[in-house]
């Protein structure tokens, strides 16, 4: 295998790349990358759904990125390397953000974007609170929640009637399922980048080829329609790479150098990365009201601290 290795430079230089570009940068700064990308790039998404359709657009999404990792991180030898119990974690995370990403776009058709993130991150607080029963995850999951109701407004959804009641509820659906599978995403992101980043770059690809495969029942017929104007297809595929590859992406290198703890911290900004944005790009113009809310989960977010990483216990010595 080293002889392989040493005969063929080529096959070694994408990963060597791609762990100099993580070391060169600071980690922070790959997460600012990740955290504008997050939602930007959603939020013109929602401009594409008239007339490429909602799970259409999400088909684009992950087929572009499952394109673009395709050459680079050559999936079909990580899974050909793997062990069966990678294999299942790859194919977990594959499905996670195939239905992840679905369901995303789904609750955006019908939510503002603030609240579609604000629910995001109720659920990475509270599998802290689930890992690590403290006062603190306590506080944090309560304020959160609080943060959230702010944003529903629920009396507004209460007052109306007919489609209208029947969408909001929907959107929450969607909302939630989109909230639960991101905190999978983040367990399993950690987990495939355990083997730095180079490693975890190139699993990361094959998950997204795994997704592909399950998104492709979902959306393809939906993205079908838009293949007769290019550049329907050519936004389609943008659409992809600023949400699924740079962000991932740089999730990956940031996950590979940041411990658990400042990680989860960071994710304090996205909440207001998405409510800038909902502002910039979709005119969607929050309430006082939903300022305080998105501030409150923002709170929430910076409070809680998410359970240590369980640590591989050591291989005992043999006594003589």
């Not at 087929?63 to 990580?78: D, G, R």
């Not at 699924?244 to 940031?254: K, T």
């Not at 969607?284 to 939903?290: G, N, T, V, W």
Request: proline content about 7%; charged content about 10%.
């Amino acid at each position: 295998m080293t002889n392989q290795a040493a005969t063929n430079p080529a096959s070694v230089s994408a990963p060597e790349t791609m762990s100099r570009i993580s070391e060169a940068v600071p980690p922070h700064a790959w997460f600012g990358v990740s955290a504008v990308f997050h939602y930007l790039a959603p939020a013109f998404a929602v401009l594409l759904f008239p007339v490429v359709g909602v799970l259409g657009v999400a088909w684009f999404r992950i087929a572009s990125a499952a394109l673009v990792f395709a050459p680079i991180t050559k999936p079909w030898q990580t899974f050909k390397k793997s062990s069966n119990k990678e294999r299942l974690l790859l194919l977990a995370l594959g499905a996670c953000l195939a239905i992840m990403n679905s369901s995303f776009y789904l609750a955006l058709d019908r939510l503002p974007i603030a609240l579609v993130a604000a629910i995001e991150f109720v659920g990475t607080i509270g599998i802290a609170l689930w890992g690590l029963r403290t006062g603190r995850n306590y506080l944090a999951f309560v304020v959160a929640i609080v943060g959230v109701a702010l944003l529903i407004d629920v009396p507004s959804i209460l007052a109306a009637d007919g489609d209208a009641f029947t969408s909001d509820l929907l959107g929450l659906f969607w909302a939630v399922l989109n909230g639960s599978l991101f905190v999978l995403y983040i367990v399993l992101g950690h987990k495939i980048s355990e083997g730095g980043a180079s490693g975890g770059v190139e699993r990361l690809g094959a998950a997204m080829t795994a997704a592909f495969i399950f998104v492709t029942p979902i959306g393809f017929m939906q993205a079908l329609e838009a293949f007769g104007a290019p550049l329907l297809v050519l936004a389609g595929i943008a659409v992809g790479i600023c949400s699924s590859v740079i962000p991932y992406v740089c999730d990956q290198l940031a996950m590979s150098r940041l411990p658990r703890a400042s990680f989860a911290f960071l994710l304090a900004l996205l909440p207001a990365t998405a409510t800038i944005i909902g502002v910039i790009v979709l005119r969607q113009i929050p309430s006082a009201i939903d300022v305080l809310g998105v501030v409150l989960v923002m709170i929430g977010v910076a409070v809680h601290k998410p359970a240590p990483m369980p640590v591989p216990a050591a291989p005992q010595e043999e006594t003589a």
